[in-house]
């Protein structure tokens, strides 16, 4: 059964950058999947941040894209997220999740990570 | 880019049934998927596809879709189908795709 697993800091200081790991276990990071980071700020709903196919393709929210970097590393079977110039607007929730290319739905989230941005 | 607009809150009397609606361009061209979220937790996939529950979905879930709304049944509802629930769909602007979520709906059985 496949697990994911984030992992990063959970401070970053306002104009530096967010960076998180998650980690697949239980299955290949290059099956027939996409891989998604996707927010939640605290009492808000769900926000969409990019994702990314073994091969390196990625897709991206054009809101969030200019500060945007979703990164796979095949050897390590995990994919990685990274976010420039955050500000308090991106203290969130982040999970990883994999979506199924045959139907295109969040069947497997990671159990998220908080991330603040604060000085 | 597309938005996915749903009722903030709905109630329903416990063993009822519920609708939840979700609103959107995007639904025209791709099938809604509908998430549910307990307090402190990570989304779980309740519905994908035109009609499709995960394995270990209760069979009181089901969806439906009409133009550029999609529907979240609960037929029966119990007191554990207290959550927020979302809706989300892909979507595409230019050559790209990209996902979009809906607003979320807090459902709270009676």
């Known amino acids: 059964q496949v697990q994911l697993q984030e992992s990063g800091p959970g401070l970053v200081k306002p104009s530096g950058t967010l960076s998180l790991t998650c980690a697949v276990s239980g299955g290949s990071i290059s099956s027939s999947n996409w891989w998604s980071w996707i927010r939640q700020p605290p009492g808000k709903g769900l926000e969409w941040i990019g994702e990314i196919y073994h091969s390196g393709s990625t897709n991206y929210n054009p809101s969030l894209k200019s500060r945007v970097t979703i990164s796979v590393d095949k050897s390590k079977n995990q994919f990685s997220l990274k976010l420039s110039s955050v500000t308090a607007a991106d203290t969130a929730v982040y999970y990883c999740?994999?979506?199924?290319?045959?139907?295109?739905?969040?069947?497997?989230w990671g159990q998220g990570t908080m991330v603040t941005v604060s000085s | 880019s597309s938005e996915l607009t749903q009722d903030p809150a709905v109630s329903v009397a416990l063993g009822q049934t519920v609708r939840i609606t979700c609103q959107g361009d995007s639904l025209r061209s791709y099938y809604a998927s509908w998430y549910q979220q307990k307090p402190g937790q990570a989304p779980v996939l309740v519905i994908y596809?035109?009609?499709n529950r995960p394995s270990g979905i209760p069979d009181r879930f089901s969806g439906s879709s009409s133009g550029n709304t999609a529907s979240l049944t609960i037929t029966g509802a119990q007191a554990e189908d207290e959550a927020d629930y979302y809706c989300n769909s892909r979507d595409s602007s230019g050559n790209h795709l990209l996902y979009v979520f809906g607003t979320g709906t807090k459902v709270t059985v009676l």
């Open positions: 596809g035109k009609n």
């Open positions: 999740a994999r979506s199924e290319a045959t139907h295109d739905a969040f069947d497997i």
